[in-house]
């Protein structure tokens, strides 16, 4: 079954140091997007990649990085973690197509500490 | 630019009574509309999208309209259940090859 897996479900960092979230989708979609998920602000887009070797800004990226090495996998780095990065990520994957929907995964919960 | 309004933080109803969360947008352009439901600690799923104009739209009990003249997509449902107990997004595809614009979403609370 079509998927997008996300690892760690759960992390906690410790302020400065370095967090990578990942992502893997079998979806075989062109697309994926990283958000992040904090009460009163909905979704907020922070990158997003087209394909793979492609990663593109979002609306949020300050502080953040990101990694598209394949079609199937989609990296968000935090080199220097802070206490304001501590959020619920989620990872999509979607088709080109602007009608298409967006496949999540279940979601990374970041504590900085 | 392209945005997605939803008014409500918080929606509290009682169950069986009927449910109406709104969604309004603006684009210049021909649009498609989803609804996403997200259950506490769940990742968010595709409850509905239309891109046709006044065209109902039905899926699980919840049903939308896309009114493109009031640019409105708004979601309802006839008897709220427990669990319908949801945060739910509104989201817009502006065009083709374009990224969804989500709103801030719409937590439904149903209680007994």
């Known amino acids: 079954e079509a998927a997008v897996t996300q690892s760690p479900r759960n992390k906690v960092a410790v302020t400065g140091g370095k967090v990578t979230l990942s992502c893997n989708q079998t979806n075989n979609h062109n697309n994926m997007y990283w958000y992040r998920q904090d009460t009163g602000h909905g979704l907020r887009l922070i990158h997003y990649s087209y394909g793979a070797g492609s990663t593109e800004k979002g609306d949020i990226p300050d502080g953040y990085k990101a990694s598209r090495p394949s079609q199937e996998n989609f990296s968000l780095i935090l080199e220097l973690a802070t206490p304001s990065q501590t959020s619920v990520y989620f990872c999509a994957s979607g088709d080109a197509e602007g009608n298409s929907d967006y496949t999540f995964g279940s979601g990374t919960r970041l504590l900085v500490i | 630019g392209d945005s997605v309004t939803q008014t409500e933080g918080l929606v509290t109803l009682t169950e069986g009574l009927p449910v109406m969360l709104n969604c309004t947008y603006q684009?210049?352009?021909?649009?498609?509309l989803f609804w996403y439901v997200q259950h506490l600690n769940e990742a968010p799923k595709l409850l509905l999208k239309s891109s046709t104009d006044n065209k109902r739209t039905e899926h699980q009990g919840f049903h939308a309209t896309l009114h493109k003249s009031s640019s409105s997509f708004h979601l309802q449902k006839s008897s709220a259940q427990l669990s319908d107990s949801a945060l739910y997004y509104c989201?817009?595809?502006?065009?083709?090859?374009?990224?969804?614009?989500f709103g801030q979403g719409t937590s439904l609370s149903v209680v007994p």
């Open positions: 684009t210049a352009y021909s649009t498609f």
């Open positions: 989201a817009l595809a502006p065009s083709s090859f374009s990224k969804l614009v």
